[in-house]
């Protein structure tokens, strides 16, 4: 709820003759308009420009409307927040607001394209009638003119980020959820969302499955791609959408880590099923069939939006000793970190050992630089020809020494190891320290502890960078990297699941210390025994005779007894 | 940490494999290491184990049978002798005569078995030489030790595998190679780990015989029985060499072998250089 309104300061303020009161428009009220995202403002942005009708519905990122109005279209952008649109109409003259409950606007004259990025779910108002989600969409369709386009995001209920929302008390904390979303009725699955539209007399271009939330998606999946388990690109969607759920997720408490639920879904090719939400582009029949073509997968990173077909540079330069890199390579059937995992689970050191020996004669016994220098091992996939890299967002400004490489790589997949509770075939109770040293010892290299200190150094720059960190927040990383031990649940999503898991693991080994402790303890005193009673025999042997000769007396005895 | 981890000298042949300064006096190892060829667990029935523990078996099949008994931080490291082989200089020749090993008991369990039928049986068998290798307290039994010599066997015995840190013969393994290698056939009354070594040394390997009858034998796994169903190949007065071979470094791991850094991590041993 917003503070108490100026009056003095609203009396004071010029006339907003941009601004139109369509009725039902809620005051003393505002809602959140979420980050700038990369992915929709171009992909909303393709479909505008000059001259251009475009009616944004419900909340945006600001960035979205002062893109399209940049680009020359005629925004409208209906809000039913009255302080959200008297903000926007102050921040954006050239552009038309109109304050209401969506059901309440005056959309008879048409768009040319109809931005629905936000979904449906704030598009009623506290005020007046509520409309049904079919009847939400029905109207968002009936806006578009011939020839005019919708780009609509839709949530998925059944959703990964919801399936693992840990947030008790949301509902309740929530002043929009006077209806709440999940009892909302309308399509729940993408195909309904398509048929609904096609209903309504829209035709579908494309239906994107959207990943990870739909407020802010990273990763649009569809076409052929979509479901397709035999698709090359699906090892290397699998380090994609692992990466997009991390930045999402990043130490957010969920039920469970999502990493895990999508990256089975795709596997099981039913990662449609557990997107964050479809978005939908529809084009209402006109004179001019729109004639272009869909990549399938659109992807933003760190350095902005790109497609596996056409890797687009991004954005470059350095940061701190990084350069920014963009390695789209979709080309293995598996990928290098996958492999090991199975092999680790499988118990398999043979083949284990000859991977990783492959993958550090790869890496060369010279300083290395490029992309290859921080893949980590699910960025490089496996071809006849060995590992290559598959994906890269960042290479080091100055060569790294081979073993730096090969130790920050192994130690990351030790990490990944025990923080994911994964099996493997070394003792349950090693450290990620001691597992990296394990595994550079199967390629014949020992590990010093200096050197595994400069491996994760380098790991701190790159999340620093991936992530953004601050001093303080590389310096608790580093320090939450150094301590990886059996027990430590996943540094980046704090999942109740992994939790559990962890403190299992804790009791284990504390059990295990506790009998640990006993056995020294006896072992302590069988010890003392024995030694007291060789000192004894010690004593007696070399200070006596008469010692002396009891001892060969004891002897011949053992002797003559045989 | 369990006294069975120096019998036969392993704890000091995998000291030597990793380049400890001191082999002979080797670290303590972080775990208990499987001290013999084993049908169970890994461990020795009754061997008192510290729950949580590390357990490092010789194969695979042994890791997975001792995860199905309960045991759940096993390692494959592979045989210390599969190490020894790794480190011992090839040798040329093929051997020659036989080493013949009677079934054994231990200090907890004596055999009962007709040792006159079972040299018979080996003379009747066998064409060369035949040293027959007696474990150390039936070697020391004259009764026992005279049967073999008066059939014109070679008798020896490969030393005291030690108790509680005290009396081990550290070269246990080392003198049982030689002797191994110093022969052409390997020959048991029962499938034990003499005749997986022998295999593993490049010898021809035979199970025959009275398989004799140990003292309250433990049939959890199956006992002598099992050995007949599991391993078929090894038994017979003549077997296949490549296929028991093969058989052996399963059961050894001799492929599954850690390299010396790995296994100091793996043993809880300080890394070279550090002491």
Known sequence: MPDRPDMAAAVAAPPLTNLIRSGGEMFNWTDTDGRDNQLLTRLVLEHAGPGRTVLVAGP??????????????????????????????????????????????????????????????????????????GELLDRLAAAVRPDGALILMHDNQLGAHHTVRLDPGARHRDDAAWHPSETTEGPAARSQLTAHLTGAGLVVDAAYAAFPEPGDPAVLIGGVTLGDVTSPLRPWLRTVLAQAYTVAFRGRPVLSDPRRLVNRALRAGAEETVAGGWLVVAHAPGDTEPAREWHDVLVSDVHGVYTPDAAEPGVTGRVDSLVRERIVNPVAADRLEDRLLELCAAADVRRLRQEIAQYESWLGAGPVSGPRALADLSDLGITADGPVVMSARWSPAEPVPAQIVLVRALWQFAVRLITWGRPHPWPNTASAADLAAILAGMAGRSLADDELRAAIDLQVVIDSAEFGLGPAERQAHRLALLAVQPGTAPLDVAGYHELTEALWRQRYQASHLLAMMEWNEQIIRSRDSALSKMDWELQLLRRTWGGRSLMLAKRAYKKVKK | MHHANHHYGHAHILARYCNIPDAMHPPRIRGYLQHGWNIGDGLAPGTPYVSGAPLFVWSEETRRRSWSQGRRNVTVVGAPFAYLVEMAPPVEGPGEGTIFYPFHGWEGQQVHGDHQRLIDEVLETETGPVTACLYWNEYRMRNVRALYEKAGFRVICHGYRGFWWRDSNRDFLVGQLAELRRHRRVVSNRLCSAIWYGLLAGREAAVYGDPMVLDNADMTFGGEPRLHRQWPDVYGKQTDFATCHQLAREQLGADELAGPAELRKLLGWPKEGYV
């Open chain 1, 60 to 133: 945006h990122p600001d960035g979205l409307v002062a893109a399209l109005a940049g680009a020359g279209a005629e925004v409208t952008w209906l809000l039913r927040s009255l302080i959200d649109a008297e903000t926007a109409a102050r921040a954006h003259p050239g552009i038309t607001v109109l304050s209401g409950a969506f059901g309440k606007a005056d959309l008879t004259g048409g768009y040319d394209l109809v931005v629905a990025a936000g979904g449906i779910q704030r598009l009623n108002s506290a005020e007046g009638d509520q409309l049904a989600a």
